[in-house]
Structures are given as structure tokens and as C-alpha cells.
């Protein structure tokens, strides 16, 4: 008797269907910490070269009005910083340590300055302004950098920081909702695009596997492949094409009450090659790469 009540009430849950979509209230503010672990391994005329990039950043989205299902946002980092480890030697930059290099005193110099975005219930945003706002203090405290360096550096950062790639690393950890209710068990899909220096698409599928008191897990599937290039799409500074496919994986465990992540893991395995069309070579340059990577978000 006790196994069919068992029984029953599993099957109950089963069945139960749950709505989700970001319960955010106006006033509050939402963090996301985030690192990220990268491998890049290359080969140019014949050599491999392996990059490891060790990123984090620390953000907050203070909600200042919900409309029409659409949240109103201003968002600001609080901290960022990268170590980069090649074979040449590590170089680490930090918001942390602005003294330590110019680079440092860059990530130092965008802290704090706000921008907004319009962020819907399922995660998508429909609108960023005043990204620029990132830059505008940038040079602030750095001596002897000239307007064309400047405007150089700003063209550099913008591919990495601006509002194409915002938007598309965001969504990868926002945009996990579904249209209507779903069951435990049941899956939905969506599609993303990521734009920076490399741009693709992310074709989703998602899973809701468990929900309890303390935390809604979602489990995610995507296909990734590079999108044609755009006059943003470089390698050392040339214009290139990313011919470049693979996977992720992702596990989401969200807050009961808002939805909002407690801690995402992603992990992305993608192989491929780069082409470097550049008249600078009788014939184009073709350089196999790899990258694996692994990144951890949590509201903590």
C-alpha cells in the first residue's frame, strides 16, 4: 500500500504542470558572478599553440519598473578582471589592481557605469541603451594615450563589452523559459544568436527536471555554429570567417520565488577553423582550432 502511495505521488508531480518565466521585484537589485575557464588551441604553419583565459566579472541588475511583462534594468559591473596564461608567459589584469597595468586600470575605469536594458519574463532583451556609458570614463587616471589610441583601444573592447555581445551572453543564461507551462520532464526549444569577435547561433533545447522549496533545475542542450561573417569578425586584427561547430551543456538552478539563477554551469566543446582573408597572403589562411570552456554563474 505505501509503494502505490509512493506511486501516486510521483506520478502526481509528474503530471503537475508549472509556469516559468523571472518573478522580479521592482526596487531589487540581482547579481550575477560569473568564471570562466577557456582553452584555445590553435595551429599556425604548423605549430599548436594552447591559450588559457581565466575570466570573471561580477554584475548587478537593479529592476527599476515592470511593464507590460518587460522589466526595466540598469546594470553596472562591479568587478572584472582576466588572467591569460600563453606560452610566452601570464599576464593578469584585474579592476582589482588598476596600478598593476594600463589594461587593469581600463576594467577599474568601467566600474559602476550604468546602462539599461529591457529584459522580458522569458529572458530575451528587447533593448539596450547608454552602453556606452562603459567607455566614457575609460581613459580616466591613464597618462599619454593619444585620441587615436584611444579610439583604437575603445574599437577593441567594444566586440568583447558592447551591446551586441551583452545581449548574447546574457541571454545564453536568461533566455531558458518557455512559452507556456511544462511538466516535470518536458522540454522546449529556442534559438539565440552570439555576437562578438566570433558570432553563431545557439539552437537550445531545455528540460525542466526538478522543482522543489529550495530551487527549479533546468537542463539544457544547444548546438552552436558559427553564423557568416560581419565586418566585426577579426584575428589578429584581419578579417576573417569562423568556420567553427559544437555543443553545450548546461544545468540551471533557479530560485522557486523569482526565477532567477541561483548557479548555471555551461560547458562548450567546439571545433573548427578559422580563415584569414587578408590580401597580405597569396591565398587564404586557414588556422584549425579548438575551444573548450567551462563557466560557472551564481547570484552569490
Known amino acids: 500500500m505505501k509503494s502505490f502511495l509512493c506511486l501516486l505521488i510521483a506520478l502526481n508531480l509528474s503530471l503537475s504542470e508549472y509556469e516559468l518565466g523571472l518573478n522580479l521585484k521592482v526596487g531589487e537589485t540581482y547579481f550575477q558572478n560569473m568564471t570562466s575557464e577557456l582553452e584555445i588551441e590553435q595551429t599556425i604553419e604548423g605549430m599548436t599553440q594552447k591559450v588559457t583565459l581565466n575570466i570573471f566579472g561580477n554584475m548587478g541588475y537593479r529592476v527599476t519598473d515592470y511593464i507590460n511583462s518587460e522589466y526595466s534594468m540598469t546594470v553596472s559591473f562591479t568587478q572584472i578582471g582576466m588572467n591569460m596564461i600563453t606560452p610566452e608567459g601570464t599576464v593578469i589584469m584585474s579592476s582589482e589592481n588598476p596600478s598593476e597595468d594600463i589594461f587593469s586600470s581600463f576594467m577599474k575605469n568601467m566600474l559602476g557605469r550604468e546602462y539599461n536594458i529591457k529584459m522580458n519574463r522569458n529572458g ?77 547561433n545557439l539552437q537550445n533545447t531545455f528540460t525542466l527536471t526538478e522543482w522543489n522549496s529550495n530551487e527549479i533545475i533546468i537542463t539544457g542542450i544547444s548546438e552552436f555554429s558559427t553564423v557568416e561573417e560581419t565586418e566585426d569578425s577579426q584575428y589578429l586584427g584581419l578579417p576573417s570567417k569562423y568556420n567553427l561547430t559544437g555543443k553545450f551543456t548546461s544545468t540551471h538552478k533557479l530560485d522557486p520565488e523569482s526565477n532567477w539563477i541561483l548557479e548555471s554551469t555551461v560547458e562548450q566543446n567546439i571545433s573548427g577553423n578559422i580563415e584569414v582573408i587578408s590580401s597580405a597572403f597569396p591565398e587564404d589562411w586557414i588556422i584549425p582550432m579548438t575551444i573548450k570552456s567551462k563557466m560557472i554563474i551564481s547570484s552569490e
Do not use: C, H, Y
Open 124 to 200: 530575451t532583451i528587447s533593448e539596450i541603451t547608454n552602453i556606452d556609458s562603459l567607455f566614457s570614463n575609460l581613459f580616466n587616471g591613464v597618462p599619454k594615450v593619444s585620441e587615436e589610441q584611444k579610439q583604437l583601444i575603445v574599437d577593441q573592447l567594444k566586440p568583447a563589452f558592447g551591446e551586441k555581445a551583452f545581449k548574447g551572453n546574457t541571454e545564453m543564461i536568461t533566455a531558458i523559459f518557455p512559452s507556456g507551462k511544462v511538466s516535470i520532464g518536458e522540454s522546449w526549444s529556442n534559438n539565440i544568436k552570439l555576437e562578438s569577435r566570433m558570432s553563431g
